[in-house]
């Protein structure tokens, strides 16, 4: 990664022809000294077991970081991408310095974070990662119900959320089914089919582990095949949303197939692999279709276009220069304490409903680059800096510590339900490369918190009732003994 963003450097210091990206440079070469430093740091250091996610966000900075600058540089041979004005000269500067400094501060607020709970939890980690006892709570029974119930009321209010041919068409034509902020019911809907795709997989993936410890490791390949086919399920339940989601989900598929089998063929990461590239370059064909109509090269035209778009998907400093300059002419959209607070209230259920939505932050950006149907998001940076220009970088320290934090919690924990919830929050805690802050909060609130707290509500539960069950049997031993 270092070597490639070395290469990057070079490739647009003097491969760049346009003059809004003279100093673009500054990105893949302070990459490359904050990367190598922080490597060094990191092989120095006892840390707790690092795990997928902190790998996933490894790899997001580093296509924020290198792979844009560079798709940048190449696209602008052939197209000229870019929603909106371009930013001013200064603000274009001052992005790239803005993104480099930020850069730094998150590698070492992962580093940090690592050594925070590598030192405060090892006694922890060693005691409890390193054991799985069955007879602790699997929480099997009550993530069934829940899915018993939830998908029943999808099944009988909005069966489109769980039908396969919708998922499939939304991944094709890349419109999602969205939150609908004007419609609690739909947004309670959406909510319920969220939750409910991935409690299926979790619950697939718990009885797997649990069929193939009781019949100790036998059976391989037909358990193999189980948990491949769980992997492709999980993958088509997230065709309706982004084409990272459906990456991530084939990625976390690999991950728990991998940890409960202890070993998966190399031949089936290709083909996996393989196969799902075919589908993603279909979608990303059907998408840029505009593209291809009046082009002569249609290769090059969708490539170029797919390129020119990694400024859009991981923040680029073309997004950031845009949020700079709105922050100038922040007097003309009334960005205040209230946008402030309705960034976070606007993606809470029920309360959404009561926020002005035209006060937001991500509506404000997208209106100021002439969009109207709220398809561009804000950087993570930009949005800091507009809130705190002497700080900026506060949302993308909690984010990457999170992301530490999430990641140790899975290395941690030796439940699947437990281990794939963190895991999915941490995936988007490390999409602040290319997410809004409301995008994350969002999946915080309708998502993650309500599933933790009913596993968490059913831990209590258990741990109660075996209290009271040792108790009785104290109880029964002590009468026994008497007799």
Not at 166 to 187: D, Q
Not at 230 to 241: A, E
Not at 425 to 440: A, D, E, K, P, V
């Amino acid at each position: 990664m270092s070597f490639f963003s070395l290469f990057t450097f070079f490739y647009c210091l003097y491969n760049n022809s346009n003059n809004l990206y003279q100093y673009l440079f500054i990105i893949p070469l302070i990459y490359s000294i904050a990367n190598i430093t922080f490597t060094v740091f990191l092989i120095r250091t006892e840390t707790y077991g690092l795990n997928i996610i902190f790998y996933v966000a490894y790899v997001l900075i580093f296509i924020r970081y290198v792979l844009t600058p560079f798709f940048t540089i190449f696209s602008g041979k052939f197209i000229f991408w870019g929603w909106g004005p371009n930013p001013l000269k200064e603000s274009m500067l001052f992005a790239e310095i803005l993104m480099s400094l930020e850069l730094i501060i998150i590698y070492c607020t992962q580093y940090f974070s690592i050594k925070y709970y590598s030192k405060r939890y090892r006694n922890v980690f060693n005691n409890q990662a390193k054991s799985f006892t069955k007879n602790n709570c699997d929480h099997l029974l009550v993530l069934s119900v829940y899915a018993l119930f939830s998908g029943t009321l999808i099944l009988c209010f909005q069966p489109s959320l769980l039908s396969i041919g919708s998922l499939i068409k939304n991944g094709i034509t890349n419109t999602p089914n969205m939150f609908t902020v004007n419609n609690n019911l739909y947004g309670a809907f959406t909510i319920l089919s969220d939750t409910f795709k991935k409690v299926i997989v979790i619950i697939l993936f718990i009885l797997l582990q649990k069929s193939y410890i009781k019949n100790k490791g036998h059976l391989y390949y037909f358990y193999l095949f189980w948990g491949i086919s769980i992997v492709l399920l999980s993958v088509l339940l997230n065709m309706g949303y982004t084409r990272l989601k459906i990456i991530f989900a084939l990625v976390l598929g690999l991950y728990f197939t991998r940890y409960i089998l202890g070993k998966i063929p190399l031949t089936i990461y290709v083909v996996l692999s393989m196969g799902l590239i075919i589908p993603v370059i279909l979608i990303s064909i059907n998408k840029f279709s505009y593209a291809l109509s009046s082009s002569t090269s249609p290769v090059t035209s969708v490539i170029a276009t797919m390129s020119g778009q990694f400024q859009d998907y991981f923040s680029g400093p073309r997004l950031v220069g845009q949020m700079i300059d709105m922050k100038k002419y922040g007097s003309l959209f009334n960005i205040n304490i209230s946008t402030f607070i309705n960034d976070f209230t606007g993606s809470v259920p029920f309360i959404s409903n009561y926020v002005n939505q035209e006060n937001r932050i991500n509506y404000y950006f997208n209106i100021f680059n002439g969009m109207s149907n709220q398809s561009l998001i804000a950087p993570i940076s930009g949005i800091g800096y507009v809130y705190f220009p002497a700080f900026p970088f506060l949302f993308s320290i909690i984010f990457e510590h999170y992301v530490i934090k999430l990641d140790f919690l899975m290395t941690r924990s030796n439940k699947i339900s437990y281990k794939y919830i963190y895991a999915y929050m941490g995936y988007f805690c490390s999409m602040c490369m290319g997410y809004s802050t409301q995008n994350i909060y969002a999946e915080f609130i309708s998502d993650f918190i309500p599933l933790i707290i009913l596993l968490k509500l059913n831990d209590v539960t258990f741990k109660a009732r075996m209290g009271e069950n040792k108790g009785k049997f104290l109880i029964d031993m002590n009468n026994t003994k008497n007799n």
